[in-house]
């Protein structure tokens, strides 16, 4: 009897190991995204008056991604839940809908299957609350005002009047998004006139909002249906006011403002006998200043600040002397430079020698400055670039074959604090004539007279040679850096010598700017001659 139990058992134990579950192996992946069997109401239904759809699959479905995938255009003032129950996708909404207006229900891609997440692709449902569906369309492009590149996911909207408030409060009547080439196209648009707003919606609440979001608009209506519009996106220069004081290290703080605060006037609350102040140095926006000052055991700082009758105060602490933060020493130390003017280790012809400073240099002792050319003392005059002084330049005409040396002796520079330099040396050749390029440029204008920036861009966006405009002129450029350049146009209309912002509520559009059509590539020891003329 054991025996006969013990070979049921062993048979027991196979057939179990045979029993384990194996994925089934090969067969095509499904690829096939669901196929709809039905809409409640239908695709293209006018007179429509109920608050919810529902899209009937084939298959089980889900979500992906529905937050950003799914919009209506007009947009509700609520948006509408959606969900996914089995093989259905369930719409609803509270708000009442416009009347005789054509609704654009956009899924994307929101809706894939259980198993791949294979998407049915760029679904749309049109609805109509009229007796008609509207089916006029806008098209055309973004780009940024100042670079002129297409502007991705810009939110494109259409307005019966032009909003004369920032932040704006009213809805559009149709929106769409414009993809990574800048283009964008509004369907189901009822006839009429329009303003056209595109704005990148920071925070997705379909409106202009003022501060980092960015704008275009059309200087006046459009009447659909229209084609071929061109919008350029800019940021308005924002209302000027204090974000935040703080302290940087013992002796320097900053302070930060949301747009450009040059016309500020400022009162001390803290004695300012006490703080020691040594001097303000802004930034190149003009949005941020940094205080100076020689009392580095003062522990706090408070101050007032007053422009266009807008009062903000900031107050905060000071780092002391020596306290540290975050494990890191908060001492400045004072001999600290670096060259600003060297590329690839060598000196820029023609370009003073320039040293900046981390702290400004209330004094210096020009004997302890040492120059020299192949061992040969040679003088080299000097000045500050900046009224705090901490940009120094030493100008001369500088050789091409020649080993320059410079000695700073201790004590050459004296900081706000007291401090003295150690010794320091530095040593350079210059640049050869022959590793610069030449562009000769020679501009046809189409309106003669009119003020314009002509400007060569390199290939990061950086301004390496600027000249202002006003008739028929040839421009040469020397001692260029090999690369790849663009050239770039601005219809200065104030004449101030930079590319001006727009301004939504006094219909300021940005200063035009253009490029020419083809890349310019300069090469060492390389004399380059371009032509352009405007329109063309």
């Known amino acids: 009897m054991s025996r006969r139990l013990c070979c049921l058992a062993l048979i027991a134990l ?55 995938q799914f919009v209506v255009s007009p947009p509700l003032a609520q948006p509408p839940l959606i969900k996914a129950r089995k093989k259905s996708i369930l719409v609803s909404w509270d708000d009442t809908l416009r009347e005789a207006t054509t609704y654009t229900f956009s899924f994307g891609n929101c809706i894939v299957d259980n198993n791949e997440a294979n998407p049915v ?19 055309g492009s973004v780009v940024d005002a100042y670079n002129d590149n297409p502007v991705n996911g810009a939110l494109v909207m259409l307005y019966r009047s032009l909003p004369d ?29 329009y303003y056209v707003l595109a704005v990148n919606d920071l925070n997705s609440n379909y409106r202009y909002d003022g501060g980092d979001e960015r704008l275009a608009f059309t200087d006046s209506m459009i009447e659909v249906p229209v084609a071929g519009i061109r919008l350029r996106m800019f940021r308005e220069v924002p209302e000027s006011k204090l974000i935040r004081g703080f302290s940087i290290v013992a002796g320097k703080a900053a302070f930060a403002f949301s ?17 020691n102040p040594y001097g303000w140095e802004w930034n190149l926006k003009q949005d941020s200043v940094t205080l100076w000052y020689r009392n580095q055991t003062a522990d706090s700082m408070a ?128 640049r050869g004539e022959r590793e610069y390029a030449s562009l000769r440029f020679d501009l046809r204008q189409q309106q003669p007279g009119s003020p314009r920036l002509l400007q060569l861009v390199s290939d990061h966006g950086d301004i390496v040679r600027e000249a202002a405009l006003r008739q028929d002129t040839i421009v040469s450029w020397g001692l260029l850096d090999a690369g790849i350049y663009r050239v770039k146009l601005i219809d200065d209309k104030n004449e101030n010598g930079r590319w001006d912002t727009g301004d939504l509520l006094r219909r300021v559009q940005p200063e035009l700017v253009r490029f020419a059509p083809e890349t310019i590539p300069l090469r060492s020891n390389w004399d380059a001659d371009l032509r352009l003329e405007e329109g063309k």
């Open 14 to 68: 196979v057939v179990s190991s045979c029993a384990i579950q194996v994925a089934p192996q090969g067969g095509e992946r499904d690829t096939k995204p669901p196929v709809l069997l039905r809409a409640d109401p239908p695709d293209h239904t006018a007179g429509f008056r109920g608050n919810s759809i529902r899209l009937d699959f084939d298959e089980y479905v889900q979500l992906k991604d529905a937050a950003s």
């Open 121 to 139: 692709a760029d679904y749309q449902m049109v609805l109509s609350t009229g007796s008609v569906i509207d089916s006029l369309t806008v098209d």
């Open 165 to 193: 408030s920032v932040p704006v409060t009213d809805l559009p009547a149709n929106f769409s998004r414009t993809g990574s080439d800048g283009k964008f196209r509004i369907s189901n648009v009822s006839p009429g006139k």
């Open 259 to 275: 747009g450009p605060a040059s016309g500020l006037q400022w009162e001390w609350i803290t004695d300012s006998l006490y703080v």
């Open 303 to 430: 101050i007032r600040f007053l422009q266009a009758g807008r009062i903000d105060t900031a107050d905060f602490r000071l780092f002391k002397k020596a306290e540290k933060n975050q494990g890191i020493s908060k001492k400045i130390i004072a001999s600290d430079f670096s060259t600003t003017s060297f590329v690839n280790g060598k000196q820029q012809r023609k370009v003073p020698f320039s040293v900046e400073f981390r702290v400004p240099v209330a004094s210096i002792d020009s004997s302890r400055i040492r120059f020299s050319a192949d061992s040969v003392p040679v003088k080299v005059p000097f000045h500050w670039d900046d009224a705090i002084h901490r940009k120094l330049s030493f100008f001369s005409e500088w050789a091409d074959d020649s080993m320059y040396r410079v000695l700073f002796l201790p004590g050459a520079f004296t900081d706000l604090f007291g401090k003295a330099n150690d010794s320091s040396v530095v040593e350079f050749k210059v």
